[in-house]
T-cell receptor
Framework: DGGITQSPKYLFRKEGQNVTLSCEQN?????MYWYRQDPGQGLRLIYY???????QKGDIAEGYSVSREKKESFPLTVTSAQKNPTAFYLC????????????????FGAGSRLTVL | KNEVEQSPQNLTAQEGEFITINCSYS?????LHWLQQHPGGGIVSLFM???GKKKHGRLIATINIQEKHSSLHITASHPRDSAVYIC??????????????FGRGTQLTVWP
């Protein structure tokens, strides 16, 4: 079955450490996204990529980095520069490109919960 | 101010009750989405609509473009409907592929 796989599901990090969250999709989607979810807040966009080897900052990119070397993969690194990294992180994808409304239908992964100790 | 506002924030219902969750938005949109997030955290897209009404099983979504308002209805609610329901809007300005505005979600709990 096609879908998005995020790993790890739970991750604990000490302050000052970088961590990388994995996101892999087998949907042949062009566009991929990373969101952060905090209690009581809507999802906020960290980074997005519409095509391989290209990505753009979202609304809260500071302290995060991404890469898009393969269409299927969009890993997110939470760096030590991120002051409040404890959160639930969601990866998503969509068909992408063009202005077809289907391009806006997101498929989400199961999420990764990061806790900084 | 959030571009997408949902109400209520929390909703408790008895099994079998008819449920309505409301969503208002303040920007021009090309589509309105209803999403469901279960306790494990994963999110599923329920509906995408740009006008009128859509129905899937016991779920009905409506949108009124003039009033910038959408509702999600659940008929004959069941404990398995317990989840967070999230409203999201695709703005119709420029190339905003995938850049949705998200509401804060409505936590629904249905008791047997």
């Amino acid at each position: 079955d096609g879908g998005i796989t995020q790993s790890p599901k739970y991750l604990f990090r000490k302050e000052g450490q970088n961590v990388t969250l994995s996101c892999e999709q087998n949907l042949n989607h062009d566009a991929m996204y990373w969101y952060r979810q905090d209690p009581g807040q809507g999802l906020r966009l960290i980074y997005y990529s519409q095509i391989v080897n290209d990505f753009q900052k979202g609304d809260i990119a500071e302290g995060y980095s991404v890469s898009r070397e393969k269409k299927e993969s969009f890993p997110l690194t939470v760096t030590s520069a991120q002051k409040n990294p404890t959160a639930f992180y969601l990866c998503a994808s969509s068909i992408g490109l063009g202005h077809d409304l289907r391009a806006n239908v997101l498929t989400f992964g199961a999420g990764s919960r990061l806790t900084v100790l | 101010k959030n571009e997408v506002e949902q109400s209520p924030q929390n909703l408790t219902a008895q099994e079998g009750e008819f449920i309505t969750i409301n969503c208002s938005y303040s920007v021009g949109i090309s589509a309105l989405h209803w999403l469901q997030q279960h306790p494990g955290g994963g999110i599923v897209s329920l509906f995408m609509l740009s006008s009128g009404k859509k129905k899937h099983g016991r779920l009905i979504a409506t949108i009124n473009i003039q009033e910038k308002h959408s509702s999600l209805h659940i008929t004959a609610s069941h404990p398995r409907d317990s989840a967070v329901y999230i409203c999201a809007a695709t703005p119709n300005r420029g190339s905003t592929l995938g850049r949705l505005y998200f509401g804060r979600g409505t936590q629904l709990t249905v008791w047997p």
